[in-house]
């Protein structure tokens, strides 16, 4: 994998020889992280993590010991910044390597492209606004919210143009969803690519979403009989376009507006955005401008040649709208390699599109095996759920599975039976068992087993 165009990745390990001085805490600040910079790569964890974004985050630095207990830190000498230095906070300088990243190879042009969650640095289920991994079609459109407008035309008693303020009026809801790319996990199909979680699952975040039900703002126009469908479509310069059934718009779909309690970040799709609660996420038009409602399906771009998925047969899965029930590990993996002997933590993430997670199990020996994990409070349908459990570790090689179950029953299958059902032309709803190498080092790979 080329990793020429990630983040620079390192600064969180600034702490290494820099010393406290009289010139004070903010040049600290300034050759510390210069330092970090220039020797991240020596500095990472003496070849036990040796991959790009590898962790923890003290890995390799060592502590300077004026800072140690009995003595007074630097950091308690000196006038901290002001309530008026961050008007908008940001994290800490040495969370530097918690980013988003992209790969290049799969980058023709940053514009119609991707980025990826960090979930290997991610604490809880939802995502922060600044790391929700990106995909688009046409780059980022800037709208401002002066010059928005929302326009429903089509089968409806009374087509409207709203403003949104106009849409602001209207009573909100919230709601914690997850939103999957169909195309996460996606380049893994034929065999183990990508060498990191955050490339081969973080095509999904977490957010909690405010905005209008959409079936609220249908009731305003006033949907005919005969309006059975309805096409969403994007302000940007991709205009993306989908065929959504009526029943999921009067069910729980949210024209939302905010994210995490701030306005949509623009990336995100600034001031409104459509929210399809468990559906795959092309379908949640960004920048949407307009919703035609009609009496059949559009058969769009993004739902013939794209987001459709080639069988053996020469026949092809379409609106294939709900994304099945499926769980990683994010901690060991790639980024986190085993450290310590003994009891470590396995941590991860499981969602449904189909409602609530019932279980989830791990293995530690490539899935002959499973034991029962936890399931961290609160377990909300169609949103990540964590999961952990413990698993002692001895110098041995382990092959570290996770593998759920949602409420419907379903079960997270294996590639083999995957492929049996879905043949290997795919790249979408790849929601196969991921499976981890821990070699004897504590290094983590991935691999495919069978
Ligand atoms: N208008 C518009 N909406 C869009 C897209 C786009 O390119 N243009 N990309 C879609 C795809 S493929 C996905 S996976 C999600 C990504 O949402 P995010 O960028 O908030 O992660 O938005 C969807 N909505
Ligand atoms: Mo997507």
Redesign the pocket.
């Given at each position: 994998m080329d990793r020429s165009n990630e983040a620079p990745d390192g600064g969180a390990r600034a702490r290494t020889g820099a010393q406290p001085s009289s010139t004070g805490r903010r040049a600290f600040l300034k050759t510390g992280l210069k330092t970090g910079l220039g020797v991240a790569g020596a500095a990472v964890a003496g070849g036990m993590a040796g991959r790009a974004g590898a962790t923890p985050m003290t890995a390799g630095a060592e502590a300077d010991p004026a800072t140690l207990p009995p003595n007074v830190p630097w950091w308690n000498q000196y006038l901290g910044d002001g309530v008026a230095a961050h008007p908008y906070g940001s994290p800490s300088p040495y969370e530097a390597h918690v980013v988003r990243r992209n790969v290049e190879w799969l980058t023709a042009t940053t514009e119609s492209s991707?980025n990826f969650t960090p979930i290997q640095d991610l604490y809880g289920f939802v995502t922060p606004n600044g790391l929700?991994?990106?995909?688009?079609?046409?780059g980022t459109?800037e709208v401002n919210p002066v010059d928005f407008r929302l326009m429903i035309n089509g089968l409806v008693d009374t087509p409207k143009v709203f403003t949104i303020e106009d849409i602001l009026r209207f009573p909100s809801v919230s709601r914690f969803h997850f939103?999957?790319?169909?195309?996460n996990t996606g380049m893994e199909w034929r065999g183990a690519q990508l060498n990191g979680v955050q490339y081969t699952h973080g095509?999904i975040?977490c957010v909690q979403y405010t905005g209008v039900p959409l079936r609220v703002i249908l009731d305003q126009v006033g949907v005919k009989p005969n309006g059975t469908w309805l096409m969403a479509e994007?302000?940007?310069s991709?205009?993306?376009h989908r065929s959504v059934p009526i029943e999921k718009a009067l069910d729980d779909a949210i024209l939302a507006y905010a994210m995490n309690g701030e306005m949509l970040r623009p990336?995100?799709?600034y001031p409104l955005?459509l929210v399809l609660p468990g559906w795959?996420?092309?379908?949640?038009?960004?920048?949407?401008r307009r919703i035609e409602v009609g009496d059949k399906p559009w058969h769009t771009r993004e739902e013939t040649s794209k987001y459709t998925d080639l069988l053996e047969n020469g026949k092809a899965r379409f609106f294939t709208w709900e994304m099945d029930a499926k769980s990683v590990i994010t901690g060991p993996c790639p980024e986190k390699p085993v450290l310590h002997k003994g009891i470590n933590q396995i941590k991860g993430l499981a969602w449904s599109g189909r409602g609530r997670i019932k279980e989830v199990h791990v293995s530690t020996d490539g899935g002959r095996n499973w034991m029962q994990a936890r399931l961290a409070d609160p377990v909300l349908p169609k949103c990540l759920t964590c999961f952990n459990a413990e698993f002692e570790w001895n110098g041995e090689e382990v092959l570290l599975q996770s593998r759920t179950v949602d409420e419907t029953g379903y079960v997270q299958p294996t590639m083999q039976a995957l492929q049996e059902v879905r043949g290997v032309n795919s790249i979408y709803h790849n929601n196969s068992i991921q499976t981890w190498l821990v070699n004897k080092t504590g290094e983590v790979e991935n691999v495919r087993l069978g």
């Open positions: 991707v929700c991994f990106e995909r688009h079609h046409g459109a939103l999957e790319c169909a195309a095509m975040h994007g302000g940007d991709a205009g993306m990336e995100n799709g955005r795959e996420g092309n379908m949640w038009v960004k920048w949407i």
